[in-house]
DNA sequence: ATTTCGCGTCCAGTATATTGGACGTTATTG
DNA sequence: CAATAACGTCCAATATACTGGACGCGAAAT
């Protein structure tokens, strides 16, 4: 099966500034492409296509990319990400299990 | 090549933390799993790995999910991210176009 | 000016994510 | 309570990202 994609403007913006902050970050802290990459455990291409903004890249390791590049993701701290992520846990326990679209509100409204 | 990975605790974390604000979005908009997949041009597999938090799904993707959703992604709305792009881009012009480390100045200070 | 090395780019081979179809389970609605 | 659909999970086939080695270019240091 063709399996081309197409991404939303902001989509595309998101995974171009994520890049250029790992590229920045990675500079302002004097390391190379062949350190970071070395670091994150994957090769100076995949790194280049990252810090490109590459949207077929995997998310595990651009995380990884830029947490050692020093870009905070969501803006937490380390100990931060643990609380939060236990909050959303939590939030999770409350919704419906599933979901059952009893009459349609999404944003089809017509 | 074996390519077995390994994911720093704060990269995992962030990983558990955008997949559950994706299917916290999307279950708060009524949408099903199956609806949110097909908005994405992706698989209900593929959606719930990325719900779960999964480190090799593609990054365009799990974006473009996000977006769906109603994540927001960098706590920046639509333009606001334009912006930050463009000045990302001229903060790069001024950065050295390469990394040359004369003296170590990484973390490894000792 | 010369040397060195970081970077961008290409490529074929390999590892892995994605798919879509299926099935059983569980939750929600009437 | 019964019916229905969303969900979780498994699988083989397929598409694609990753690798690592190579090469040339240009920037940075001496």
Not at 5 to 22: E, F, P, V
Not at 31 to 60: C, F, V, W, Y
Not at 68 to 94: H, P, Q, S, W
């Amino acid at each position: 099966m063709k399996r081309k994609r197409s991404y939303a403007r902001q989509t595309r913006q998101a995974l171009s500034i994520l890049g250029k902050l790992i590229r920045i970050g990675r500079m302002e802290r004097g390391m190379t492409a062949q350190e970071l990459a070395d670091r994150a455990g994957i090769s100076r291409t995949t790194l280049h296509n990252i810090e490109k903004g590459a949207p077929g890249a995997e998310i595990g390791t651009v995380f990884e990319a830029a947490s050692l590049a020093g870009v905070r993701l969501f803006e937490y701290d380390d100990t931060a990400l643990r609380i939060e992520n236990a909050r959303l846990d939590e939030k999770l326990t409350l919704l419906p299990k599933s979901v059952r679209p009893s009459r349609r509100q999404v944003d089809d409204d017509f």
